[in-house]
């Protein structure tokens, strides 16, 4: 039986991925209801969205962050962080997140010198964490888990 067949009769989601020039994986999110394009990144520990960005993903709750950012050749950056936040990725959802904000133009500057789209933001290891993520290299797609939600 085929990969992806277990994991959808175990619950998880499909979602593809696009390799771009830079050999990262993009993923198309939604953000409290609006739409983006992020780098799919193991790496980062948290999701996160440049700050520049904050009214364009209705950020509400937003306040300063004592974290310093780190990453991508940058170091000791200033962070606000979002919380409640929605996300989707394809069928699968997240609710009452929350998103690190911060300046990623050192990010969209390397992403543009080798060709590639500047993006909105990061989704990193807290997602994956959640959603029991198991990435397929192979045939270009990240597979979440759904949540389970107690009322």
Known sequence: MK???ILLRKGYVRIKLKKINTNHFEIK???????????????ASNSCIE??????FKMVNVEDSETKAAGA?????????SHNNEIELKDWSYNKFSLVLFDLTH???ALTEHNAKAIDGIIGADILEKGKA???YKNKCVYLKKLVYKF
């Not at 939604?30 to 790496?43: A, H």
């Not at 700050?51 to 364009?56: P, R």
């Open 107 to 109: 990010v969209n500057m």
């Open 134 to 136: 198991i990435i397929d």
């Open 3 to 5: 990969l992806k067949n």
């Open 29 to 43: 999110s939604i953000i409290n209801g609006v739409k983006g394009r992020f780098i799919l990144d193991t790496g």
């Open 51 to 56: 700050i520049s960005l904050q009214d364009k």
């Open 73 to 81: 050749g940058a170091i000791g950056m200033e962070t606000k962080i």
